[in-house]
Nanobody, 114 residues
Framework: QVQLMESGGGLVQAGGSLTISCVAS????????MAWYRQAPGKQRDLVAR???????NYADFVKGRFTISRDSAKNTVYLQMNSLEPEDTAVYYC????????WGPGTQVTVSS
């Protein structure tokens, strides 16, 4: 069973940048679409960005142009670089597959202050 572990979250001011990471316990990126999701308090979990085995990427409209998803297959790690952060980006960020097939990790909290 694949385990996911997110890290790198923190407190950042609006307009700032942050890069978060997700390590998978097994090598799955060659055949799995991986994605970052986020969940703000009282809201549903939304897909933020995805990366296919071929390296193609897609982004939700609300982060397009600000966030970049990437991966290092040798390290079984997916990254999310977040620029021009806004208070509305405050959420717990999770990684998982598309569609969701893996157990959720603990997530990493990103808080953007105004």
């Amino acid at each position: 069973q694949v385990q996911l572990m997110e890290s790198g979250g923190g407190l950042v001011q609006a307009g700032g940048s942050l890069t978060i990471s997700c390590v998978a316990s097994k090598s799955i990126f060659s055949y799995t679409i991986m994605a970052w999701y986020r969940q703000a308090p009282g809201k549903q979990r939304d897909l933020v960005a995805r990366i296919s085995p071929s390296g193609g990427t897609n982004y939700a409209d609300f982060v397009k142009g600000r966030f970049t998803i990437s991966r290092d297959s040798a390290k079984n790690t997916v990254y999310l670089q977040m620029n021009s952060l806004e208070p509305e980006d405050t959420a717990v960020y999770y990684c998982n597959s598309v569609p969701v097939r893996l157990s959720w990790g603990p997530g990493t909290q990103v808080t953007v202050s105004s």
